[in-house]
Each structure stands twice: as C-alpha cells, then as structure tokens.
C-alpha cells in the first residue's frame, strides 16, 4: 500500500533523478486517496514483470536493482524490507543468481507467505510460510541450474512474491555480490563472470540502481563504485546506500565531522546524496516482530547518538531525511510508485505493440500448421517462390544492379580467394582483367572472368621441345612419304603443347564461371525480400521452411554443377577437334602466308599485344620444295644416329637399306644448301609457335567464347526454372511434403503455437490492466 507523506526540500534529494521524487513519511502505512491506484499500478507491473520473466519479453518496466560487493549488508537491507528474516546470507542467494524479490503490502497476510515462480512459466507455486523452506527453495534452484548449465553463476533470475502486512509494495532485483578472489573450488573466472552479469542487469536506463557500501570503506577507496561510475557516468538513476552506519559513528566527536562525511560532495558530486542506514547485527533467532522493533531500535539509537554524543549535534535539517532505514524504505517504494507512474503510457503502447506482434506470429504459424495438411497450397506457394528466385538471376545476369554491388559483388581476388583458386596453371604473369578492383556480380562478374581467361590463354606460350624430342617425332614420319615431315612435326609439337597448356585452362574457367552463378542464389534471394519488402507484401509464406530452402539450394547448386561438367566437355571437344591431326587449322593460309586483311588472329595479337609474333621468323618459300625438307629429315637423322654412335654418311650401313634407299640423294642435297642441325631446330620451334598461335586463337575467339556463354547463360535463362521444378515438384506428395514436415515437426510447431497462445493470453491481461491504470492516472 503506498504511503502518504509530506514533500522534503530539494536540498534533501539524492540527485537530479530523484529530486522529484514522491514525498516520504515516517509512518509506511498511513493510506491516502490515491493509495488504491498506486497498488493497480504496482500489482499490474508484478504481473508484468512475471510475464517478461518467464516468456523473455523485453519492456523497459521501472525497476530497483541492488548493487554491492559481498558483506557490504545487501542481503540484511532485503530482509529489512520484507519484514522478517529466512537466512538469506546462509545460501548466499545473491552470490550465484539474481533473485527478484516481489513485496506485497497485504493487511491480511499477518504471517509472510512466500510463493515461489515455477521455471519458464508465469504461474507460482504453493505458498511457502516456514523461513527454512525459503532458504533451501533458493539454494536448490540455484544449484539445479548451475548444474544444468555447467556455469558458477547464471543471470536467470529466481522470482519470489512475498504477500505480508508488515512490508512495502516494492520490487528489488538483487544481483550477486562483487568478489575480488573466487572461492575454493570455483572457477578462476568468477569474479569477472559476476561482475559482466551485473553491469548487463544494471544497464537497461530503466532501472534504478542501489548502490550499497559499508561506511568502514572511504569513498577515495571504493573499489566497486568505479564500477557504477562505468554503468551510470552521472548517479543520474543511482541512488547510494551506506551501510553500517553504526560502525562509523564512534569516530565521530565535532558537529563538522560528521556534516563533512554526511554530505560526501567531494567525492559523489554537488547533486548525489547517499542514505545513512544502520541494522541489526544480532542473528539471534527472533519472531518478526522483535526483528521489526529492533530495526526501529537501531535507527533511534543512530539518531540519538549524533544528537547527544556530538558536540553540536549534526545538521538535522539537511541531513535527517536520509539517516535510517524507515526513511530508506519509504522513499525507495514512493520512487518506485513514481516511476511507475511515469512509465505508464509508454509501457501501455510498448504492450499493444507486442500483443499485435505476438497475434500476427500466432496467425502465421496457424498457417504453417494448416499448411501441413495442404498440399496443393504448398506446392503453389513454392513454386511461386522458387519462379521468383530464377527471375532474379535471370534479371541480374542481364545487369541488374540490386542489390547493392558494394555490399554483394566481389573483387577479382575475393572471387579467387572464396572459390579456392589461384593464378591460371601456366600462367606466370599476374593477370588483371579491367575492373578486377570493381565489386560485381552476375553477368558483369561473368563477363570479367571470359576476358581474364582470354589474357590467360594469351599468356601461354609454345612450349620449348628437346632434339631427342623432336628428332623422335620426325623418325615417325619419315616413312609416310610426302614432302611435309617438317610441318607434320611442328603441327604435332603445337597440338602437343595445345592439349597439354590450354586444357587446364579451359578447366579453371568453367569452374570460376560456375562459382560466379552459384553466388546469384543468394543474391536472389536477398533480392526477393527486399523487393517484397519494398512493395509492402507479406514475406512470411516460405519464412520458417528450413527444409524448403535448403532443398531450393541443394537443387539450384546440382544445376550449377551439371552445367559446369557439360561446360568442360564441350570446350575439351573443342579443344580437340582444333588439335586433331585431321584439322586443317594449322595449314590455312593466313597462316603461313602472313595474317590477311580479315584476319581475326592479326586483330587480336594486335590489340592484346601478345608477345607470340616476336618468334615467328620471316617466310621462306623454299620451305615448301620437296628436297630440302628431305635434306632437313636427312641431317635430323644424321645428327640422331651421331648421338648414338651410328654415323650415316652417304656410304651408309648395310642396316639402313631402307633409309638409304629412299634417301640415297639426302646427302648431296643437304650438301649443296648447307643446312645445319641449329637452324632446323630453331625453324621447327618457330613453326611449331605460329602454329600454337593459330589454334590458340582460334579455340579462343571462335569456339570456347560462344561455347561457354550458350553453355552457361542460355540454360539459366531458359532451362533452370523447369530443372528446379521437375526436381522440387516432379515428385510424390509424401515426397514432396518431406520438405515441409520432418518427424515431429508437427508436433513442435503445436507446442510453439500453445506457447504463442499463453503468451498472448497473459500479454492481453496485463494490456487490460493497464488500460485500467491508464485511465485512473
């Protein structure tokens, strides 16, 4: 019940926050007429604050929080305020978790009831009446969760209401003890675990912190109110509590003594005035009502002491509206009132706001539940999202630009580095590509990576064959006749070459162009809900289908990865279409007789400005007479048969018959042009060059260009909404609905909409109570 008391002077606030406050009687029960008004409003923030417990709401409900280190006289302060004593200090229930101490001023209650809240629910259980059940109630719990949770403290709090008539209506939040050291057999980490918990239970600005501190501590020396300093810079919502009192008097002879600690400006500010408070010491076992008297004996005492046993007394009318504990209580229950006052209308919009959002996740998940048992709806449902998905890559393969490409593209190096590939094999140079600094996506990040392919292709070089290698593949054709052994082996150098450099490379570029549309799924699918979002349409139809989602993603990746594989043979098989021996690519006459007017591979070596042209050498036409190119197999071979110790000379070997027979004229005509072992290498490696070059080009511009666009691009345009569908909807029901409903999902989403359902039945009570108080203010 509130008290009805005579306003102090301003000078007697405790700061700027509290100078307001509502006045403070020294008798607690004397009733007014708005007495009736100010118990609604604290009943119906009880009820509140037991709802926010127990479903983990979170309303900004005015609310005292007790602060202070181990002994400082934090658990005497709550049993002072109750009313009577239940060994609060012997399970040191503010040591491990926060209790939440709920009094109720009820006439009728002449023995304390204590009633316990159940774990995760609004409900209480039994009334508890004996002191030791109280005391072994808290130890158990806290134990209980501890154990459960494997921690040394918890910041779940335990919630007991206390109905007496010998108590204020008030609400305490009592937190754990500061502690310099743990105990033995605790955690190393204790302390810091402990003060972390309190200063997140002493942040939200809506509650007001009680900061107790025995008076043996001097303030220069607080080790914890630096700690408060860091939570409320200003004791703006603080109010400071010195406890002990009793101990500090003695100390004091000189009326200025006692002014000076009394007023503690020095070290507290010009606006911050602390309560002087002094309890019982004896814990001798006593009813409730000695407990009380003696409470009362100890402020008397205190009061009498600085009259008769100072010289001069103290400053009675600065100073005696904060000395005792019956001035402590009255004036922390009328703040409270107070502030709950105040708090009113915002708590009544912020409770309005959360039923309709509490009723709006019911509807939705009655839906989900429906659902279940609809497979039509599902099916059109997702569907519907599943086309929506592919427009969206469609439409940011085309240019799209949202989302935002500084938030969502990636850098050429970011592309490498997530997809796991470095530089291009072969490659030595670092390749740029334009814009490689630029965050892009979609089709401008797959254009980018088909232009770095091109600078790596063009990169690559002929590689250098070895005379034991090239003179191995001139023996193979010398018996095919003809008079194109020097062609044939430089044809087979490059083609050799071709498969073995290019082939890697056409590999990586499926792979990067796989990596670039696998990245759209999730672009799209922040593109749909921000477009939906945009519109003012319901996004919450596929909300919540994990399974959904992760079949969409598994289905539109296997897409991806098929399209990749396809990809890679296609540009094989052009790869080796471009260096089968039967391709007449190495022989066309742009060729070998130098790049025409409408030649593709003298634009692109131009503008690339590839450095391949540098090793070919200037034309010789006489390449082309059938005896020199006999001369040139015949020193191959003569240089061959030297390295091995079989010298052919124009008398050879009975055992070269055959080769002497068809080259019996080789050795003059070498002769007469005086052809040398260097410089037939060296026009092979040339013509090899021009020949990588041309197949090079052409595999690049003409066939893996168009095959990888029509390859990747055409089929997600055109082929991914019906892949997506004959393998999410092309299915069974019961298969289907595995997507929906897993085994005992049913099951969960009932249990969540029962809880929804509780929730809402206890939101809209305390929305009707405080529509009550609403209009009463």
Not at 102 to 129: K, N, W
Not at 188 to 210: C, D, F, H, K, Y
Not at 567 to 583: A, F, G, W
Request: charged fraction near 25%; aromatic fraction near 8%; charge should be negative.
């Amino acid at each position: 019940m509130a008290a009805s008391v005579a306003k102090p002077p301003a000078a007697y606030a405790t700061n700027d926050t509290f100078s307001s406050s509502s006045p403070v009687s020294t008798n607690h029960h004397e009733t007014t007429d708005s007495s009736s008004f100010s118990k609604s409003r604290f009943e119906a923030y009880n009820r509140l604050q037991s709802a926010v417990v127990a479903f983990g709401e979170k309303l900004p409900i005015p609310e005292i929080v007790a602060l202070g280190g181990q002994s400082d006289g934090k658990s005497s302060l709550l049993e002072a305020l109750l009313g009577f004593r239940f060994n609060v200090r012997e399970v040191e229930m503010g040591t491990r978790r926060p209790l939440i101490l709920q009094m109720v001023h009820d006439p009728t209650a002449l023995d304390p009831r204590c009633r316990f809240q159940e774990e995760d629910s609004e409900e209480y259980g039994s009334p508890i009446v004996l002191s030791a059940e109280i005391a072994d109630t808290i130890k158990s719990r806290t134990e209980a969760l501890l154990k459960k949770t494997k921690t040394a403290v918890s910041c779940k709090p335990i919630v007991m209401r206390a109905e007496y008539a010998h108590c204020p209506n008030l609400t305490i939040i009592d937190t754990p003890g500061f502690v310099l050291k743990a105990k033995k057999g605790e955690p190393e980490s204790t302390p810091e675990e402990i003060l972390s918990m309190v200063i997140s239970l002493a942040s939200p600005p809506n509650r007001i912190l009680l900061f107790l501190q025995q008076s043996s501590v001097e303030w220069c020396s607080s080790l914890w109110l630096d700690a408060i300093r860091d939570i409320d810079p200003t004791f703006r919502r603080t109010l400071i509590v010195v406890s002990k009192f009793d101990n500090r008097l003695k100390e004091f002879t000189e009326r200025w003594e006692v002014d000076r600690y009394l007023s503690a400006s020095g070290y507290l500010g010009e606006k911050t005035h602390p309560f002087f408070v002094a309890l019982p010491k004896e814990r001798t076992e006593v009813s409730n009502d000695e407990f009380r008297k003696q409470i009362s004996q100890v402020d008397s005492d205190v009061l009498r002491h600085l009259k008769e046993n100072v010289k001069g007394g103290y400053d009675e009318e600065t100073y005696k509206s904060r000395i005792g504990f019956g001035r402590l209580r009255d004036y922390l229950e009328s703040e409270l009132q107070k502030k709950y006052k105040e708090a009113t209308p915002a708590t009544l919009a912020l409770l309005e706001q959360r039923c309709s959002e509490v009723t709006a996740q019911l509807n939705i998940l009655h839906s989900k539940i429906q659902a279940t048992s609809d497979v039509a709806h599902l099916r059109r449902s997702s569907m519907s999202f599943a086309s929506s998905i592919c427009n969206h890559v469609g439409a940011m393969l085309d240019g799209a630009a949202d989302p935002d490409p500084e938030q969502w593209g990636k850098t050429t190096e970011e592309e490498k580095s997530e997809c796991g590939m470095g530089s291009w094999p072969g490659v030595i140079s670092n390749i740029k590509p334009p814009n490689s600094t630029i965050r892009v996506y979609g089709g401008a990040a797959f254009e980018r990576v088909m232009h770095e392919f091109r600078l790596a292709a063009y990169s690559v070089e002929c590689p250098t064959v070895s005379r034991q290698k090239m003179t191995n593949i001139i023996l193979a054709h010398t018996g095919r006749g003809g008079g194109t052994r020097i062609a044939e082996a430089a044809a087979e150098i490059a083609r050799a070459g071709a498969r073995s450099w290019l082939a890697p490379l056409l590999d990586i570029a499926c792979e990067r162009l796989a990596f670039v549309l696998r990245n759209l799924f999730d672009l799209a699918m922040e593109r749909n809900q921000e477009l939906l979002h945009d519109c003012g349409k319901k996004t919450g139809d596929m909300d919540g289908y994990v399974g959904f989602h992760a079949a969409l993603r598994r289905s539109y990746n296997c897409f991806i990865q098929d399209l990749a594989k396809q990809c890679k043979q296609l540009v094989r098989q052009h790869l080796d279409s471009i260096t089968s021996p039967y391709s007449q690519v190495c022989y066309e006459t742009d060729l070998l007789y130098g790049p025409g007017p409408n030649s593709t591979f003298g634009y692109q070596t131009s503008c690339l400005e590839l450095s391949d042209q540098e090793n070919i050498p200037p034309v010789n036409n006489n390449n082309n007479s059938k005896k020199d190119q006999e001369a040139t197999t015949y020193e191959l071979l003569k240089a061959a048969a030297n390295e091995h110790g079989n010298l052919i000379e124009d008398g050879a070997r009975k055992r070269h018959p055959r080769i002497l027979g068809e080259n019996k004229m080789l050795g003059n005509v070498a002769s007469q042009n005086g052809l040398q072992q260097g410089s037939t290498h060296n026009e092979i490696c040339s013509l090899a060059a021009q020949h990588f070059a041309r197949m090079r080009e052409v595999l690049v511009e003409r066939s893996v260009t168009a095959a990888l666009n029509s390859g990747f691009l055409i089929p997600c345009r055109e082929r991914l909404l019906v892949a997506l569908g004959l393998d999410l909807f092309g299915v069974r029901d019961d298969k289907f609905m595995d997507m929906f409903v897993a085994p005992g999902a049913i099951e969960i989403l009932q249990n969540e909409r029962e809880s929804l359902r509780k929730r809402q039945k206890i939101l809209d009570s305390c929305l009707a109570e405080f529509k009550s108080v609403a209009i009463s203010l």
